[in-house]
């Protein structure tokens, strides 16, 4: 593995009367997107999986695109993960009863696989560089893309606009933070039991408050997210995304 999130693996599942022996490679070209290739060979034949990975959303949402051949099937799998929720749609395009899967065929059905992430990507790179041009050639303002000059009466509305909105997602974390509890809860039984890691105290905010202050809760500027980050513990390690911390569920702006 290295520090930029590429890696190579290998296992070996046993079970009764049968067991699995593969690898898998990781290639992470960006902090966004990954590509595993995990091939592995069992009492059923060979198999190779081959994944696409997108996070948007500062990595609250994740999109997985797999590809599964066998020498008689091959399926694809469309994942959607977000707030520990997973939604799953397989597609079989080859079914074991039609026998081995000849080359062209196969071909093609990786080829239908490949196309979704690379048209994607392609507009969304064509749609960036329509906004350079249209913010190069003055267009965008007249578009309604580029902000302008605002008056005194537009600028007190924009902030108080802007207020009502950070209230709003202080809200919003404190309903998250409420939610987590039972979640923090039983993870935290779990490590206990298993006397693993058990986080007994968090703050976010300021840290010349954090240093002063008495850690009360509703200190001023002061947040308590210990169920925030208890609640994503598995197996005595913390699983959270390398977003800004503010953006994380349960986390806001501590002056709000």
Known sequence: SSTLGHSARAFLNLYPGAGELGAQLKYKPTRDFAIKIAPSISHRGW??????TKAVDAGLTK?????RVRRVGVQVRFTLCRSGLRFAIPLELWPESAGPLPAGELALLVAFWVAPPFVLRLLFLLGRSLREVLMSSGAAARLGFASV???GKDTAAATAATTEVDGSEAA????HR?????????CRSQEVAARGLEIVAAWYGDRELLANASMESGTQGIIDVTDCLMAKVRLSRLHISDAP???LLGFCSPSQ
């Open 149 to 151: 000059p605002a008056s």
């Open 178 to 186: 409420r939610l987590v509890v039972r979640e923090a809860a039983r």
């Open 63 to 67: 999109l997985h695109w797999a590809l």
């Open 47 to 52: 198999a190779l999986q081959a994944t696409c």
């Open 245 to 247: 911390k503010s953006t």
């Open 172 to 175: 919003e974390a404190r309903e």
